[in-house]
């Protein structure tokens, strides 16, 4: 859960801290004193959209930090991203987002993507507002709340179906290709096949076109090679290369090489018996072996060096072959293999015959079955879940203020549309029960919710007739039946009981308080009904002094007497009056009352 949020140059807030409690966390405050700012900074946290005209005016940045109570999916991000916990084991997240719309993120000390924050905001938090009710209205949102409450009973056959519904599309993808586009298949594959066999046909090896150059080389230039190892030999061990010429001896004297003055400098100064000049004896033994070494090297070299101009044609041919494959496939031989690899794979799978048209026919029609198997499963899980949801809800409903109210969670097949082509699905559609219906991502089934608000009055869908205060009530109650199926362990709701008052105003405080037993709830509300049922009472408001012309937001947490001053000012603005706070107090007493004896101040230990 959030243990502690921090809030800098967020809109007209400067610098606040916000320390939610565990249970039920209400902020109030007029009108722009700031506390959207708050839901705003949470949102950031989850790795929301960052936009510059948040940030205050004058301030270079805005930051939120937050720091979670982190175990599970959250651990396990941070133990991934290298994120490291804080000495009490809770993980800190920032969000900063520049003047300029930049934005930074950091988890435990690391610089992250922001979508690992909205990774771990999906562990951590759900913010629900007025936009989340409107998302409420889409038919896939209403899918998803239902699927949500119908957890694993619904969550294993939709992930057989998705994956079996995506072997099918595949398949009918390839049958359709293969069926238009056979001729086109057909030249591919003969061109294929030649490259292939022509390839085969020179079998080059890897690295040999290289290996040619070199050899061709050496052959076209064999007598100036020679020549050059031959001259440089004759220099090193003199005219008759024999050992006598390499020790100094007579047979060498008339032509000596390197080694034969060697051997005489090393015989003069072995003769000399002063140490001086024998220090440098073994420096010219040295010398000697090394020239030794070159020169039977060179030896080696012109005894291998081929002149065979037969060899030379030979290897020129061989570099045409090469050079003719080069030309057509790839730069170098290398290429070339590689191409032919790519091109077998490519020609096994095309297979345009009667014999492959079959096969893959059949591989869809028992794709087909399988698939109509999971959707059967699907629909029927769903409308199990759907009623049970819709008896829920409308229970909520009734104490809500709504008591003639019901909530309807009706399935419907997704219709086909283009009307396909009888026995050739092209991978969105399939005769299911003799009915061709659209095959969706997340199943063939519709759903919507649909509101009686009233006894005797018509259903009604919830984008069509339902308003603003209804939607809110039925938010809430879809959430408060859910708690149980949500494992996010902080929830938030942004005003959530806009266009509500009255007695419906404090069902909304006492649902709160429910959800809050088993979640840490935190709540931004205009109603001090709502507020009177909080564990932590916080308030938005602005500064006595304005800075630089313009009033600035603070957050404090209230104890007993400022909050009965608060909630008196949002009864009716009597918050200067002895009325208005005995009717404060009276409420707060209430609600109090009410939360002992649901034995809510008490569970699991939490308030």
């Known amino acids: 859960m959030l243990a502690e949020m921090r809030i800098q140059g967020l809109g007209v807030i400067d610098d606040a801290t916000l320390e939610p409690h565990p249970g039920l966390t209400v902020l109030t405050g007029e009108t722009g004193a700031g506390k959207t700012m708050v839901v705003t900074g949470l949102t950031l946290l989850g790795g929301g959209r960052a936009e510059a005209s948040r940030v205050s005016e004058g301030a270079a940045r805005a930051m939120v930090e937050g720091?979670?109570?982190?175990?599970?999916?959250?651990?396990?991000?941070?133990?991934?991203?290298?994120?490291?916990?804080?000495?009490?084991?809770?993980?800190?997240?920032?969000?900063?987002?520049?003047?300029?719309?930049?934005?930074?993120?950091?988890?435990?000390?690391?610089?992250?993507?922001?979508?690992?924050?909205?990774?771990?905001?999906?562990?951590?938090?759900?913010?629900?507002?007025?936009?989340?009710?409107?998302?409420?209205?889409?038919?896939?949102?209403?899918?998803?709340?239902?699927?949500?409450?119908?957890?694993?009973?619904?969550?294993?056959?939709?992930?057989?179906?998705?994956?079996?519904?995506?072997?099918?599309?595949?398949?009918?993808?390839?049958?359709?290709?293969?069926?238009?586009?056979?001729?086109?298949?057909?030249?591919?594959?003969?061109?294929?096949?030649?490259?292939?066999?022509?390839?085969?046909?020179?079998?080059?090896q890897p690295g040999e076109d290289v290996a040619l150059v070199e050899e061709a080389r050496r052959l076209a230039a064999a007598d100036d090679l020679r020549a050059a190892a031959g001259g440089t030999r004759l220099a090193l061990v003199g005219a008759d290369g024999g050992a006598d010429g390499v020790d100094g001896t007579a047979d060498g004297a008339d032509h000596p090489g390197a080694l034969g003055l060697l051997g005489e400098a090393r015989r003069l100064l072995s003769g000399t018996?002063?140490?001086?000049?024998?220090?440098?004896?073994?420096?010219?033994?040295?010398?000697?072996?090394?020239?030794?070494?070159?020169?039977?090297?060179?030896?080696?070299?012109?005894?291998?060096?081929?002149?065979?101009?037969?060899?030379?044609?030979?290897?020129?041919?061989?570099?045409?072959?090469?050079?003719?494959?080069?030309?057509?496939?790839?730069?170098?031989?290398?290429?070339?293999?590689?191409?032919?690899?790519?091109?077998?794979?490519?020609?096994?799978?095309?297979?345009?015959?009667?014999?492959?048209?079959?096969?893959?026919?059949?591989?869809?029609?028992?794709?087909?079955?399988?698939?109509?198997?999971?959707?059967?499963?699907?629909?029927?899980?769903?409308?199990?879940?759907?009623?049970?949801?819709?008896?829920?809800?409308?229970?909520?409903?009734?104490?809500?203020?709504?008591?003639?109210?019901?909530?309807?969670?009706?399935?419907?097949?997704?219709?086909?549309?283009?009307?396909?082509?009888?026995?050739?699905?092209?991978?969105?559609?399939?005769?299911?029960?003799?009915?061709?219906?659209?095959?969706?991502?997340?199943?063939?089934?519709?759903?919507?919710?649909?509101?009686?608000?009233?006894?005797?009055?018509?259903?009604?869908?919830?984008?069509?007739?339902?308003?603003?205060?209804?939607?809110?009530?039925?938010?809430?109650?879809?959430?408060?039946?859910?708690?149980?199926a949500d494992p996010v362990p902080t929830m938030v709701f942004d005003e959530v009981d806009a266009g509500v008052g009255g007695r419906a105003a404090v069902e909304i405080g006492r649902r709160l308080a429910r959800l809050a037993v088993t979640h840490q709830v935190i709540v931004v509300t205009h109603l001090a009904q709502v507020a009177a049922y909080a564990d932590r009472h916080v308030v938005v408001d602005k500064r006595g002094a304005p800075v630089d012309g313009a009033a600035r937001g603070r957050v404090r947490t209230l104890d007993d007497a400022d909050r009965i001053v608060e909630l008196a000012r949002m009864l009716a603005g009597l918050d200067d009056t002895d009325t208005g706070r005995a009717h404060a107090e009276e409420l707060l007493a209430t609600a109090r009352w009410e939360k002992a004896q649901a034995g809510g101040a008490t569970v699991g230990g939490r308030r």
């Open 67 to 204: 720091r979670f109570e982190a175990g599970g999916q959250a651990a396990r991000i941070a133990e991934e991203t290298g994120a490291e916990p804080d000495e009490d084991g809770s993980l800190i997240a920032v969000r900063t987002v520049g003047a300029d719309g930049r934005s930074r993120a950091h988890l435990g000390g690391r610089s992250v993507p922001v979508a690992v924050l909205g990774r771990l905001a999906e562990a951590m938090l759900a913010v629900h507002g007025q936009n989340d009710q409107l998302r409420l209205m889409r038919p896939g949102e209403q899918r998803a709340v239902l699927d949500r409450y119908a957890g694993e009973a619904v969550g294993r056959p939709l992930a057989a179906y998705q994956r079996v519904r995506e072997q099918w599309r595949q398949t009918c993808v390839e049958l359709v290709e293969r069926r238009d586009n056979a001729r086109r298949l057909v030249q591919e594959a003969d061109m294929l096949r030649h490259g292939l066999e022509e390839i085969a046909a020179v079998a080059p």
């Open 273 to 484: 018996g002063d140490p001086a000049l024998d220090r440098l004896e073994p420096r010219l033994d040295e010398v000697a072996a090394l020239l030794a070494d070159v020169a039977g090297e060179l030896a080696g070299y012109l005894g291998a060096l081929d002149a065979d101009p037969q060899r030379l044609q030979t290897v020129l041919a061989r570099q045409a072959e090469l050079r003719a494959l080069t030309r057509k496939y790839a730069a170098d031989i290398d290429g070339v293999l590689s191409w032919a690899e790519e091109a077998a794979g490519r020609l096994a799978g095309i297979d345009v015959s009667d014999e492959a048209m079959a096969a893959l026919r059949e591989r869809r029609d028992e794709l087909v079955t399988e698939l109509a198997g999971y959707a059967r499963e699907l629909t029927a899980a769903r409308g199990e879940a759907a009623g049970r949801l819709a008896s829920a809800v409308t229970g909520e409903l009734s104490g809500l203020a709504m008591p003639d109210a019901r909530l309807l969670v009706e399935l419907s097949p997704l219709d086909a549309r283009s009307g396909g082509v009888a026995g050739e699905p092209d991978g969105s559609e399939l005769a299911l029960d003799g009915r061709r219906v659209t095959v969706g991502p997340d199943g063939v089934d519709e759903v919507e919710l649909r509101l009686v608000p009233h006894a005797g009055s018509p259903p009604v869908a919830l984008h069509k007739g339902a308003s603003g205060g209804e939607l809110s009530r039925v938010m809430l109650a879809l959430e408060v039946v859910l708690a149980d």
